[in-house]
């Protein structure tokens, strides 16, 4: 069972635009949401996360939103950038001790300058 | 700290042959998990420690795989016999813990079996 859902499966943007990747969860004890960013032939690293007494999340040309109610949350890239051609990963995890990260399945993001 | 080392990068091996990965975690890190990466299933977790002790094995797919954290520097995934459906790229990675909530991935071995 998945537990988290992660769309689109991949993105192609223009240089300047917006790229939207939106993650679904349903485990309502989830309560850290990280997105992680690899580059080909690296290890994901962190990018961004957000806990859900926020609904919202930026730093730099990067934005989470999050909605509880909808138990969904999305990441924004603002003037996307070649340099940004990656897979991006959402996930979510719950505390009690420990932070043991569950990913979406990854989107595949090219920008084109 | 130079971060989490995974050794081979590559390895290429033949159907029944054991395969053995290996992970140094970053120093001081409390938890260390072992990723499995393919483009059917993205990132799945396979198995987690916590001060040397496996704590969540429910991800590892097949008894042919097992692993073993010896002491707080090392650690290794084992698959035995190997088959070509177990190629992918295995990730370990490393944690605080508690209430530090990153990941730190190493770089991952490219496994091939044929």
């Known amino acids: 069972q998945q537990q988290v859902k992660q769309s689109p499966q991949s993105l192609i943007v223009q240089k300047g635009g917006i790229s939207i990747i939106n993650c679904a969860y349903e485990?309502?004890?989830?309560?850290?949401f990280p997105w992680y960013q690899q580059f080909p032939g690296k290890g994901p690293a962190l990018l961004i996360a957000?806990?859900?007494?926020?609904s919202e999340k930026k730093e730099g040309r990067f934005t989470i939103s999050f909605n509880k109610s909808a138990k969904q949350f999305s990441l924004h890239i603002m003037d996307s950038q070649p340099g940004d051609s990656a897979t991006y990963f959402c996930?979510?995890?719950?505390?009690?001790?420990?932070?043991?990260?569950?990913f979406g399945r990854g989107t595949s993001l090219i920008v084109h300058p | 700290d130079a971060g989490v080392i995974q050794s081979p990068r590559h390895e290429v091996t033949e159907m029944g042959q054991e395969v053995t990965l290996r992970c140094k975690p970053i120093?001081?890190?409390?938890?260390l998990f072992w990723y499995r990466q393919t483009m059917m299933r993205g990132l799945e977790l396979l198995i987690y420690?916590?001060?040397?002790?496996?704590?969540?094995d429910s991800g590892m797919p097949e008894d042919r795989f097992s692993a073993k954290m010896p002491n707080a520097s090392f650690s290794t995934l084992k698959i035995q016999p190997s088959e070509p459906r177990d190629s992918a790229v295995y990730f370990c990675?490393?944690?605080?813990?508690?209430?530090?909530?990153?990941?730190?991935f190493g770089q991952g071995t490219r496994l091939t079996v044929v």
């Open positions: 990675a490393s944690s605080p813990g508690l209430m530090n909530t990153e990941a730190f």
């Open positions: 485990n309502t004890a989830f309560d850290y």
């Open positions: 957000i806990r859900p007494d926020v």
């Open positions: 996930a979510a995890s719950k505390g009690g001790g420990s932070y043991i990260p569950t």
């Open positions: 120093s001081g890190h409390d938890y």
């Open positions: 420690f916590n001060n040397n002790v496996p704590i969540d």
